[in-house]
């Protein structure tokens, strides 16, 4: 069993930045593709960016490339999610999530185990 505890959540003014992390317990992070995704009140969840287990390779969603950046020290267990230039848009729950699959994937349900998520506040 893996499991996933967020933080680094809160209230930010827009053009912010906060940190969300990732800690992993139960099996090694090195074993999985670590993904974020955010849900908004009354929308779906949505794929935020990805980094592969193996080559570090990441991927984002359109919306959050050139702000956000994905990273991963598998020493510590943790995946983090740098985020700057926040906007009331980005205001959601942030989900952190581990695929063990062969390739990254931005769809939510090809995701093994889930965090509990942590609020992202962007205040205007």
């Known amino acids: 069993q893996v499991h996933l505890v967020e933080s680094g959540g809160g209230l930010v003014q827009a053009g912010g930045s906060l940190r969300l992390s990732c800690a992993v317990s139960g099996r090694a992070l090195s074993s999985y593709n670590m993904g974020w995704f955010r849900q908004a009140p009354g929308k779906e969840r949505e794929f935020v960016a990805v980094?592969?287990?193996?080559?570090?390779?990441?991927n984002y969603t359109d919306s959050v490339k050139g702000r956000f950046t994905i990273s991963r020290d598998n020493a510590r267990n943790t995946v983090y999610l740098q985020m700057n230039s926040l906007n009331p848009e980005d205001t959601a729950i942030y989900y952190c999530?581990?695929?063990?699959?062969?390739?990254?994937?931005?769809?939510?349900?090809?995701?093994?185990?889930w965090g509990q998520g942590t609020q992202v506040t962007v205040s205007s």
């Open positions: 999530a581990a695929d063990n699959g062969a390739r990254t994937s931005m769809v939510w349900y090809d995701y093994d185990y």
């Open positions: 980094i592969r287990w193996i080559g570090g390779t990441t």
